[in-house]
């Protein structure tokens, strides 16, 4: 008598116990892989929050609002005022980038 086909024994899967190839890559009874990942998933960084933003260019807005006031009594009323609109500019600058980047 001739012996029967040669079984080779395959490696278990490590979630279920399944016997499985041993060059399987997945378990085709649980689906889980047999080796780990090559690469790992970046991680995804959470973003900042929105209230930053507003919260400085609310402070700017108030900032250039003053500067404006205070340069209607001021003996120089010209640089109080540049630098009043430099800032308000930037705040809308930065709320306009922030809604920008939000979608």
Do not use: N, W
Request: net charge positive; charged share 15%; proline share 9%.
């Amino acid at each position: 008598m001739s012996p029967g086909p040669a079984i080779i024994p395959g490696m278990q899967c490590r979630s279920c116990g399944t016997e499985i190839a041993d060059k399987a890559i997945v378990c085709y009874r649980c689906g889980q892989g047999t080796i780990d990942p090559v690469r790992r998933p970046v991680p995804i960084t959470p973003r900042r929050s929105p209230l930053v933003s507003f919260v400085a260019a609310s402070v700017m807005i108030l900032i250039a609002l003053y500067l404006g006031y205070a340069s209607q009594t001021a003996a120089d009323p010209g640089r109080l005022q540049a630098v009043g609109g430099i800032l308000a500019g930037a705040a809308v600058l930065v709320l306009v980038v922030r809604l920008v980047r939000r979608r």
